[in-house]
């Protein structure tokens, strides 16, 4: 077997989880009372370097090498079940931008449309930009037309993309959900795209206050002159409770890292809570607005 080394991954969050998981096989095989030369004769392996690899989380850890580290080790079937859905958590915790757009970034908002309809409940905390399900039609268009240039995407689908997206803005309405989104301030004063752009967007979080419309939309603004005291501003994170599992993802400038394992997601929680308990609402918080509609040339 040819042993390759992969890079880590350009997010040290997802290089710490496959360390982890690698610590967690580890430690399966000293228990086990095995030397990894040892477990490599016994896993069939002609180079042991490989054990130290995946166990020093230094390459891909896959489904296959934990059946391996159970089987060899003499792990119990109700543990091994818990390192593989460990690895599958890992595995699936980072992806580039590059990978989610394969297939363009029509097929992504359609891919991410199916997931939204699935959503219960649905928490969205924003340090930099308007949320996508919240966004006009002229916005949209902006965000995804400098996304396809950031990303060198030669597929030109802007159009379709966005159309895709305005269609996924009507799960906001499904009954027996709930979504929430929560902005810094900033987010209100930050112009991504021209001043009427801005404004219509302006006047559409304003309307929702105004109508409160959907009843299943809450929507809260954390003023800059908040007191912060014990309460930090995070990383901007999406939190979407579904029907077998809570997910967390945050985007970064090259990929998205998405959180599944319950102490983390309940970390992701307890961060929303404290935020929340900054924010204005109603009134309150068409003050701010209205006060960044002003501003406007």
């Known amino acids: 077997m040819r042993i390759i080394a992969v890079p880590s991954s350009p997010s040290s969050a997802a290089q710490a989880a496959r360390q982890r998981l690698g610590a967690q096989l580890r430690q399966v095989?000293?228990?086990?009372?095995?030397?990894?030369?040892?477990?490599?004769?016994?896993?069939?392996?002609?180079?042991?370097?490989?054990v130290s690899m995946v166990e020093r989380g230094q390459r891909t850890i896959t489904a296959e090498h934990v059946r391996?580290?159970?089987?060899?080790?003499?792990?119990?079937?109700?543990?091994?079940?818990?390192?593989?859905?460990?690895?599958?958590?890992?595995?699936?915790m980072w992806i580039t931008h590059r990978q989610l757009n394969r297939a363009g970034l029509h097929g992504r908002q359609r891919k991410l449309r199916d997931k939204y309809w699935q959503v219960k409940r649905h928490w969205v905390y924003q340090t930099k930009v308007i949320p996508g399900l919240l966004q006009t039609e002229a916005l949209t268009t902006v965000y995804l037309t400098?996304?396809?240039?950031?990303?060198?995407?030669?597929?030109?689908?802007?159009s379709q993309a966005v159309a895709a997206r305005m269609e996924r803005q009507r799960c906001l309405e499904r009954p027996g959900t709930a979504w929430a989104f929560l902005l810094e301030e900033d987010v209100i004063w930050y112009r991504p795209a021209p001043a009427e752009v801005h404004r219509e967007q302006l006047q559409r979080l304003d309307d929702l206050l105004r109508t409160k419309y959907p009843a299943t939309v809450s929507l809260g603004i954390i003023p800059r002159d908040a007191d912060r005291r014990g309460i930090s501003p995070d990383e901007s994170f999406t939190m979407s409770e579904l029907p077998d599992r809570t997910i967390v993802t945050v985007e970064l400038v090259s990929g998205d890292l998405t959180f599944t394992q319950p102490y983390e997601t309940r970390m992701y929680?307890?961060?929303?809570?404290?935020?929340?308990s900054l924010a204005v609402h109603g009134d309150s918080a068409r003050a701010l607005i209205a006060k960044a509609l002003d501003a406007l040339p």
Request: net charge negative; charged share 25%; glycine share 8%.
């Open 269 to 276: 929680g307890e961060a929303w809570d404290r935020l929340w």
């Open 146 to 158: 400098q996304a396809r240039v950031e990303q060198h995407l030669d597929i030109d689908d802007v």
């Open 29 to 50: 095989r000293t228990d086990a009372g095995l030397s990894g030369v040892e477990f490599a004769r016994r896993a069939g392996w002609a180079q042991s370097a490989l």
């Open 68 to 92: 391996t580290w159970c089987r060899v080790c003499g792990v119990p079937p109700e543990q091994e079940a818990e390192l593989l859905a460990e690895q599958a958590a890992v595995a699936g």
